[in-house]
């Protein structure tokens, strides 16, 4: 009997076969000996995210595309909820990660067409040239802070902060909101016991923030999602569409910025050739995507019936989990395997899932942590791991690869001169980053035209923000981060 002819195998993976658990010191310490063995054993195996909760777990490259592109894949968790609470069932903290929003991550067809045009569409009003400037110059004011000391937390100081800033100024988020969500955000990522509460707290937390925007729009991806025609005019889902994007573009960015850096600093070849120009940033960005992807186990998928794909039985709406960090290892996928993909992966990873619910945004989070890259080897080119590599903690969790901490040292540099008039933050002579320089060589305003959706209200877009205000709160709540990831 061929592999094909066999039958399909109940459940995933050997009836002997221990799940493999995505969580305790060895899953933490290092993941990738766990998946490989998992890999030699079936496509998809049975895995615990926690002790009480067991899924199915992808392994394999070509396997994880059939499930994120078939069409009776959904990505609504509902039921699988309903059915654990009839059940009586535990839900512990670490399913919060997993449990339904109405967003475009968790709907299907037309209602995730629906949602996820609306974040595409917001999105794509930032303009490409002022979103690298402003990236750039957070970058280098975050060295700032600690260039003089000449030592660093590079998670804590650095790929943490940068996003955040990031985001807050894309989402026009006020000084005294960012905190919270920054913090909430991390604590149900980490998906420890304090996740439940947090997940309720960060609901509210964006509730005040879209309340604010209705009363005040301004030039941000918050008040365009708002005014979205395929936005319905219902707070919880655009809070929730909030979470998403916020969620999805700050966690797994600092992962692939930090991992990325410790791949530099711990090999001298590598290093040696981004310096002389023979690899490029981008390159080495996607050696970390292919290597350590920032969601390691994530896109989860409930079948719509009993499924069978490659010899494995999938029970209706059970969730089906796809190892990003499983399937990037894959000799499938390596362009010196048999069958494999022929370009060594670069294209052809999964960090930013497939199908219909690829990530909108990766383009955006490329150009970030390219930026984060750059700035920081240019501003400091001898810096140096002052952990070795081994003694590196990561964070728990079966979610996430990243580190806890990256601490580095250098040779200390001067920080640079403040020159106001090219602070585009909003200190004297500043101006906000979003709306066009006065000057003829600056790039245009992220709003492309007049009326960019066709059923907007022209005037619900074109509110004009009082300008010092908010890009100096934000600047206030930048620094306020950067004390905070200090322990101040």
């Known amino acids: 009997m061929t592999q094909q002819d ?4 109940p459940g995933a993976g050997p009836d002997d076969q221990a799940p493999l658990l995505l969580y305790g010191e060895e899953f933490t310490r290092d993941p990738a000996p766990l998946y490989a063995r998992a890999r030699e054993t079936a496509p998809i195996v049975r895995a615990r ?13 070509h396997t994880a595309l059939k499930v994120l592109h078939h069409p009776e894949m959904s990505k609504n968790s509902g039921p699988w909820f309903e059915a654990r609470e009839r059940q009586g069932l535990p839900v512990p903290p670490v ?3 997993m449990r339904v929003r109405p967003n475009a991550l968790y709907e299907d ?10 974040v595409r569409d917001s999105l794509g009003r930032l303009d490409p040239p002022i979103l690298r400037r402003t990236a750039r110059e957070t970058a280098d004011r975050l060295v700032d802070t600690f260039a003089e000391r000449g030592e660093a937390d590079l998670m804590g100081e650095y790929a943490g902060v940068l996003p955040l800033q990031m985001f807050f100024a894309m989402f026009g988020v006020p000084d005294d909101l960012g905190l919270r969500i920054q913090q909430l955000t991390a604590t149900v990522f980490d998906g420890g016991p304090e996740a439940a509460r947090a997940n309720v707290e960060l609901s509210e937390t964006w509730q005040e923030l879209v309340a604010r925007k209705r009363r005040e729009p301004g030039e941000d991806v918050a008040s365009w999602l708002l005014v979205h025609p395929s936005s319905n005019d219902d707070d919880s889902e655009i809070i929730n569409q909030l979470l998403l994007v916020m969620g999805a573009g700050t966690e797994p960015e600092q992962n692939l910025i930090a991992s990325t850096l410790l791949q530099l600093l711990s090999d001298d070849s590598s290093y040696g050739r981004l310096l002389s120009g023979s690899q490029r940033i981008a390159e080495a960005l996607e050696t970390t995507l292919l290597d350590y992807a920032p969601m390691a186990n994530y896109a989860t998928h409930y079948p719509v019936r009993d499924l069978e794909i490659d010899g494995i039985l999938l029970p209706a709406w059970e969730p089906v989990m796809v190892s990003f960090g499983s399937c990037n290892q894959d000799e499938a996928l390596r362009g010196d395997a048999p069958g494999g993909t022929g370009d060594s992966g670069y294209r052809a990873h999964l960090a930013w899932s497939a199908g219909p619910h690829e990530c909108p945004a990766w383009s955006v989070a490329m150009m970030m942590a390219s930026v984060a890259v750059e700035v920081l080897l240019d501003r400091l080119p001898d810096i ?6 081994p003694r590196l903690s990561w964070r728990p969790g ?6 806890s901490a990256l601490p580095v040292v250098f040779p200390p540099q001067p920080v640079r001169p403040q020159d106001a008039t090219a602070d585009p933050y909003g200190s004297a002579g500043g101006h906000d980053p979003w709306q066009p320089s006065t000057t003829a060589s600056a790039p245009s ?3 492309q035209t007049p009326s960019p959706y066709d059923s907007t209200r022209s005037e619900a877009t074109s509110t004009a923000r009082q300008q010092p205000s908010a890009p100096r709160g934000l600047r206030r709540v930048w620094n306020s981060l950067a004390e905070w990831w200090r322990g101040r």
Do not use: W
């Not at 079966?398 to 580190?403: A, K, N, S």
């Open 49 to 61: 995210v926690h002790e009480d909760v067991e899924v199915s777990l992808v392994v394999r490259y």
């Open 445 to 447: 305003t992220p709003q």
């Open 109 to 118: 067809g037309e209602e995730h067409r629906r949602l996820s045009t609306a």
């Open 6 to 9: 066999a039958p399909a195998v």
């Open 384 to 389: 140096e791991l002052a952990t070795p590599r």
């Open 95 to 97: 399913l919060e990660m």
């Open 398 to 403: 079966p979610y996430q690869r990243g580190l």
